[in-house]
């Protein structure tokens, strides 16, 4: 059965990069959609983008230019960059696995974004 | 970008009773529609995608029906494990995926 475990710093600075990594364990890799998903505190979900073992890559639009979405096959891992974060970038932020719907998720990590 | 407004906000029933949660997309999303549940602290799990097709595991009291612009989740008989908070999402019309505000579930 796949798990996807995720980590990264807790807080970032304003105007400074929030990173991530996920990494998948026990299930194919190749094959599926990779997908980060964020919800702001006691607030509802966002797709914020995903990844595939090629590296083909789609994003929100409204995140589109501070998103970076990359892929490492030889470790089974997929990581999020968001650049020039502020407040509004607090969120947990989860791995997912999927593509039209998501099926497997890591456990969310909480980015504060505070100076 | 597809909008979808789930309604009611909030659902107060009592164990054994049914719940019926619904999702109202801004235009077509044909079937692809999926619903989650979360319980707090917790990661969103999929219940139903392809608006009705239960996912891996999840118990037949759940249902889901619609196509186009109207759907529903049904929980024939709730259980105490089941009050929780519950999205519909669309990937219908994308970028980008979108996700309804959410219908909190509230033992009555």
């Known amino acids: 059965q796949v798990q996807l475990q995720q980590w990264g710093a807790g ?33 509802g979900l966002e797709w ?3 990844i595939n073992h ?6 929100n639009p409204s995140l589109k230019s501070r998103v970076t979405i990359s892929v490492d096959t030889s470790k089974n891992h997929f990581s999020l960059q968001v650049t020039d974060v502020t407040a509004a970038d607090t969120a947990v932020y989860y791995c997912a696995r999927g593509r039209d719907f ?12 505070s100076s | 970008e597809i909008v979808l407004t789930q309604s009611p906000a909030t659902l107060s029933l009592s164990p054994g009773e049914r719940a019926t949660l619904f999702c109202r997309a801004s235009q077509s999303v044909s079937r692809f529609l999926a619903w989650y549940q979360q319980k ?14 239960r996912a891996t595991g999840i118990p037949a009291r759940f249902s889901g029906s619609g196509s186009g612009t109207d759907f529903t989740l049904t929980i024939s008989s709730l259980e105490p494990e ?10 219908y019309n994308w970028p980008p995926a979108t996700f309804g505000q959410g219908t909190r579930l ?3």
């Open chain 1, 11 to 43: 807080v970032v600075k304003p105007s400074e990069t929030l990173s991530l990594t996920c990494a998948v364990n026990g299930g194919f890799f190749r094959g599926y959609y990779w997908a980060w998903i964020r919800q702001p505190p006691g607030k």
């Open chain 1, 48 to 50: 914020i983008g995903e």
């Open chain 1, 54 to 59: 090629n590296g083909t890559t789609n994003s």
């Open chain 1, 102 to 113: 998501w099926s497997a998720w890591g456990q969310g990590a909480l980015v504060t974004v």
């Open chain 2, 40 to 53: 707090p602290g917790q990661a969103p799990r999929l219940l139903i995608y392809d608006a009705s097709n």
């Open chain 2, 82 to 91: 089941d009050f929780a908070v519950y999205f519909c999402q669309q990937r």
């Open chain 2, 106 to 108: 509230e033992i009555k």
